[in-house]
């Protein structure tokens, strides 16, 4: 597609569930970041990918959230055993190359809703 | 640590009037500076970027932001603010040094609105 997809863009779940968020960049982007952003708050680093490079996993809050991302492309976050807190707007964005001068280009989110 | 602060919260202005919301920074090295605009329940637009070269850069809608190194800061300016600029305003700033290379890292971000 034109731009970064994500899917789903809404998502209610009950606590204790896990969740699986998906995000499809833009065709030939190495790069590939999650964010978090909470009402109210501004975006939250959660951890990116870069080409064939070990991930910066830095920014996951807790070892129930893990990401991957396969064969350079799509890429999964799964948040295990929700909690209330983890509900939030999950953005997905690419770049070009994370190590070269170009911007990051965003998904429209996925609103997760804990209940 | 690497860090961005937009120290307003909120920013209002009228019609017609220059607006600038304001960023600095703190980063090693060169930094690669951003801003992004987020309209009500979209993802973020990029607007500019600066990356070397002149201090006054120019982007989309007729923004423009100014770095200035020793002030350590890369506001966001436009001449004549439009109700449609009306949006929320987010600073980035991407490191490129280090064991956290690439990773970008944003501002709270600044709720402008721009009244009749």
């Known amino acids: 597609g034109a731009g970064v997809s994500q899917s789903p863009s809404n998502k209610v779940t009950e606590k204790g569930k896990d969740v699986e968020l998906r995000c499809d960049p833009i065709s030939g982007h190495t790069a590939l970041y999650w964010y978090r952003q909470s009402l109210g708050q501004g975006l939250e680093f959660l951890i990116y990918?870069?080409?064939?490079?070990?991930?910066?996993k830095s920014g996951l809050p807790s070892d129930r959230f893990s990401a991957e991302r396969t064969g350079g492309s799509v890429s999964t976050l799964t948040i295990q055993r929700t909690q209330q807190e983890d509900s939030a707007v999950y953005l997905c964005?690419?770049?070009?190359?994370?190590?070269?001068?170009?911007?990051?280009?965003f998904g429209q989110g996925t609103r997760l809703t804990v209940v | 640590a690497q860090s961005v602060a937009q120290p307003e919260d909120q920013v209002n202005v009228a019609e017609g009037n220059p607006l600038t919301v304001k960023c600095t920074y703190s980063?090693?090295?060169?930094?690669?500076l951003f801003w992004y605009v987020q309209y009500p329940n979209r993802g973020l637009q990029f607007l500019l970027k600066?990356?070397?070269?002149?201090?006054l850069v120019k982007g989309s809608y007729g923004f423009e932001a100014e770095f200035n190194k020793s002030q350590t800061s890369f506001h966001l300016k436009k001449p004549s603010a439009l109700v449609s600029d009306s949006a929320l305003y987010f600073c980035?700033?991407?490191?490129?040094?280090?064991?956290?290379?690439?990773?970008?890292?944003f501002g709270r971000g600044t709720q402008l609105t721009v009244w009749p």
């Open positions: 964005a690419s770049s070009l190359d994370g190590w070269e001068r170009t911007e990051a280009f």
């Open positions: 600066y990356i070397t070269g002149d201090n």
């Open positions: 980063v090693s090295g060169n930094p690669y």
């Open positions: 980035a700033v991407r490191d490129n040094r280090g064991s956290t290379l690439g990773r970008l890292y």
């Open positions: 990918f870069q080409g064939n490079s070990a991930p910066d």
